[in-house]
């Protein structure tokens, strides 16, 4: 399997083996640069599409996990839940060339700042902006 600079993990065995085995025979053992046949590699979501886009091959992308959608909930930047409609969201507010950036910059902002058990909202340096600490300020 070529990719440049990235590891490809697959869920599972039968998604890494059946993953792999597509890869080789339909794609010549290079991962795919496009959403749609990425999707089509077994094991394969959006989440894992959109990581391999951006930082493997630099395009936009906007991955979702459960982290990202509550923090930008929180900031008030979507009000979905469903990481497909918050991707489509993010993709209407974010530059396309800094979409993945700005995903992996809000995660860690998380994990730095915005605990979901207690964030540090005295902290953050996005409170003068965010719904959540605007509303529990009040």
Do not use: W
């Not at 053992?29 to 886009?53: C, F, Q």
């Not at 993010?90 to 915005?114: M, N, T, W, Y």
């Not at 979901?116 to 340096?125: G, S, V």
């Amino acid at each position: 399997i070529k990719c440049e600079n990235a590891v490809i993990l697959f869920s599972g065995d039968t998604s890494f083996f059946s993953g792999a085995k597509k890869l080789k025979e339909e794609f010549n053992g290079v991962v795919p640069d496009n959403m749609e046949d990425l999707l089509s590699l077994p094991g394969v979501g959006r989440k894992t599409a959109n990581l391999i886009l951006g930082d493997v091959y630099g395009k936009p992308a906007v991955v979702t996990d459960t982290h990202f959608i509550r923090i930008c909930g929180k900031l008030g930047l979507t009000n979905n839940k469903v990481p497909v409609k918050v991707e489509e969201d993010l993709r209407k507010l974010l530059p396309p060339q800094e979409s993945s950036d700005f995903c992996h910059r809000i995660v860690l902002h998380g994990r730095a700042v915005c605990d979901a058990r207690k964030p540090k909202c005295d902290i953050c340096c996005m409170k003068s902006f965010c719904k959540y600490a605007q509303s529990i300020s009040k």
